[in-house]
C-alpha cells in the first residue's frame, strides 16, 4: 500500500493502489489511456507519471473531484483511493451518500434524459407501449413461457396511441 502525509501530518494508506485503480479504468474502457485521465483530471502526463511513482505524492482534491465527476462516482471513493481519507471522512459527514437512491445505469441515464427531452403527448405514447410491454411480461411470467396476452388497459387505448403519433 502506498503511505503518503496528509495536510495536517496524519499519515494516510490507499487501499487500493491509485495505479491499480487508474489501470482498471483503461481495462473497463472509461478511458483509453492514462494521459487521457491526466487530461481529466487537470494535470499532465508527467504529473500523473510523478504521483504514480512517488508514494509521497498524490492528486489533489479538485483533480480527484474532476475524476468523480467524469465517472459519475461519489467523490469520497476517488478521494480514499487517492490517499484523501482524512478528506473523504469530513466529506462524508457533510454530504452523505444516499443510500434510497436507485443507482442506474449509464445507459438507463442516457434513456432517462431521452424520456426529459419527449414532448407530453410522446410521453403519454411511450407509456401506453410500457403499460402493454408489462403486461405481456407479466402474464408470460403467470401463465407459462407462451402464454398470449391479455386485453387488459390495451383494449382500452385509443387506436390512434398504437399506431403511434402522427
Known amino acids: 500500500m502506498a503511505r503518503s502525509e496528509g495536510n495536517v501530518g496524519r499519515v494516510t494508506t490507499r ?6 485503480y487508474l489501470d482498471g479504468l483503461i481495462e473497463n474502457r472509461k478511458f483509453r489511456t492514462r494521459s487521457e485521465i491526466a487530461s481529466e483530471c487537470g494535470t499532465t502526463d508527467d504529473g500523473l507519471s510523478h504521483v504514480l511513482a512517488d508514494p509521497n505524492r498524490r492528486l489533489s482534491v479538485q483533480q480527484c473531484l474532476r475524476l468523480a465527476r467524469k465517472l459519475e462516482e461519489h467523490p469520497t471513493k476517488i478521494l480514499r483511493v487517492a ?4 478528506v473523504a471522512a469530513v ?5 452523505p451518500k444516499r443510500r ?3 443507482h442506474l445505469t449509464r ?4 434513456l432517462v434524459q431521452q ?3 419527449l414532448p407530453w403527448r410522446e410521453r403519454h405514447h411511450l407509456e ?4 402493454i410491454f408489462a403486461e405481456r411480461q407479466a402474464s408470460a411470467a403467470s401463465d407459462g413461457a407462451g402464454a398470449p396476452v391479455r386485453a387488459g388497459r390495451r383494449a382500452s387505448m385509443p387506436r390512434r ?3 403511434g403519433s402522427r
Open 161 to 163: 396511441m398504437l399506431a
Open 107 to 110: 445507459k438507463e441515464r442516457e
Open 91 to 95: 466529506l462524508e459527514d457533510v454530504w
Open 15 to 20: 487501499s487500493i493502489g491509485l495505479e491499480q
Open 100 to 102: 434510497d437512491l436507485v
Open 83 to 86: 490517499g484523501w481519507g482524512d
Open 128 to 131: 401506453g407501449l410500457m403499460v
Open 115 to 117: 424520456w426529459r427531452a
